[in-house]
């Protein structure tokens, strides 16, 4: 089915969603249609990419370096991956970033999962790719505030970044902007979110959910009407709404020159949305409950309103607990972290080429051995080679230490300065121990 096809398909659903709001949907759900939603809902079996802008591993590569490196900052101390977050879904966990002015960003961080099927970028859509789309935090003055031809000769004055440039455009290796945003937008077009519970079960396994879930779902797509603009496997139609919010954000109205879509912004995909919170453009509202409770109970009736938005629906407190449930499905149990973001190396104690004799792993939410024994001197390297996020807190003589989020393949190496006992957890799974026990040098 091609993407034209999946659009029609979704405006007729968008119809038949409304007309049963319409007809009597008030009077509960209708039974959930298993075989049609399992259709709907189900995975695409490729990424898409443009064709004047193929992938390589090479490409790719270069476009996840690039994704981390501070050069393309004016001021050399930001990043695209300072406020696209991988363990907050690529968003940064704040209702909306502080710029360099010091006063908030107009709009919140969005998440960058499975941008490779998106129509348009932002917001409020002004970009019509992802490689143009790249460009705008960067050179934005209250964002990166970046000057790309001075990032542009810093970069091409680093030998391994022009070796990363020739490998990845062997047919132009110059180090030139229209490199730089391919390279970034073919890194961002491999952000796929994982499959979670709910493509288990869109998948044929009937017991991948539980009771409420399936109920929150029938509500998702009957009574509450979220699938009206929620569409397909990544939920979104990738339309622009006015859903009643309380801002003074004109939205898509402004690039279009259109006061009818004044106060419309994009439909956000639901995926991994758990970890991308507090949500909306502007980051009003920090919960999934708040979210539903607005759709409920708070729209702002104006003359914008979408067609598409439901309006009058009767949720009793067990019907939002139960959408609730459904929308926390759409999330996978830990954050995660896709393969082809570079693992982070942290250091706390010792220089960053320091070589461990004892590794430890955090496999299976266990540190693996639990005790180690160091002389003084000597680190230790703990691998995250779990497929969960964990933390590295350390407790000892004179000392503490708490790690940035360790995402899987991530890496924390520790020195000691003191002998005695440490104490090391996971901040984010606290039932982790391990008991550093340092010895003086020379102590047998």
């Not at 049963?20 to 990424?47: C, I, N, Q």
């Not at 802008?53 to 695209?80: H, V, W």
């Not at 067609?307 to 629906?313: N, S």
Request: glycine share 8%; net charge negative.
């Amino acid at each position: 089915m091609t993407r034209g096809d999946l659009l029609k398909a979704g405006r007729v659903l968008a119809g038949v969603v409304l007309a049963s709001l319409v007809s009597g949907a008030a009077e509960g759900p209708a039974p959930l249609d298993a075989a049609h939603w399992r259709k709907v809902f189900a995975r695409p079996d490729h990424t898409p990419m443009p064709s004047d802008n193929p992938a390589t591993p090479e490409k790719i590569a270069l476009g996840a370096k690039l994704f981390e490196d501070t050069r393309l900052s004016g001021a050399g101390d930001m990043a695209c991956a300072s406020c696209h977050q991988a363990d907050l879904s690529f968003s940064d966990g704040v209702d909306r970033h502080p710029g360099l002015d010091g006063q908030p960003l107009d709009r919140r961080t969005p998440s960058l999962w499975n941008m490779a099927w998106g129509l348009s970028w932002f917001w409020d859509g002004r970009a019509a790719s992802l490689e143009a789309q790249a460009l705008g935090p960067i050179e934005n003055k209250r964002e990166m505030a970046g000057d790309v031809e001075r990032a542009l000769r810093d970069l091409g004055s680093d030998p391994q970044m022009r070796r990363d440039f020739a490998k990845a455009f062997p047919e132009d290796p110059a180090v030139s902007a229209a490199n730089l945003v391919k390279a970034i937008a073919a890194f961002e077009r491999t952000l796929v979110s994982p499959e979670t519970r709910f493509d288990r079960w869109v998948e044929g396994d009937d017991k991948a959910l539980e009771p409420d879930e399936l109920a929150g779902l029938a509500l998702f797509v009957g009574k509450a009407g979220c699938v009206a603009c929620h569409q397909g496997w990544r939920f979104t139609d990738d339309a622009f709404h006015d859903i009643g919010l309380a801002s003074a954000d004109k939205g898509r109205g402004p690039i279009l020159g259109i006061a009818a879509a004044d106060h419309a912004f994009k439909t956000p995909s639901l995926r991994e949305r758990v970890w991308s919170a507090p949500y909306m453009h502007d980051g009003s509202l920090a919960t999934f409950e708040e979210v539903v409770a607005h759709y409920a109970d708070t729209i702002v009736k104006r003359p914008t309103l979408s067609a598409d938005l439901p309006q009058g629906i009767a949720l009793s407190p067990r019907e939002r607990e139960q959408l609730v449930a459904f929308l926390n499905t759409l999330s996978s149990e830990d954050p995660p972290r896709p393969a082809s973001l570079p693992a982070k190396a942290m250091t706390a104690g010792v220089s960053a080429d320091a070589v461990a004799v004892s590794i430890v792993s955090q496999k299976d939410r266990r540190f693996s051995p639990g005790a180690v024994l160091l002389k003084l001197g000597e680190a230790l390297r703990i691998l995250n080679d779990d497929t969960r996020v964990h933390n590295v807190r350390v407790d000892g003589p004179g000392r503490s230490y708490n790690s940035d989020a360790q995402n899987p393949g991530d890496t924390v190496t520790l020195g000691f300065d003191r002998p005695g006992r440490y104490d090391v957890i996971c901040g984010i799974h606290p039932d982790m121990r391990l008991t550093v026990n340092v010895s003086a040098a020379g102590a047998p």
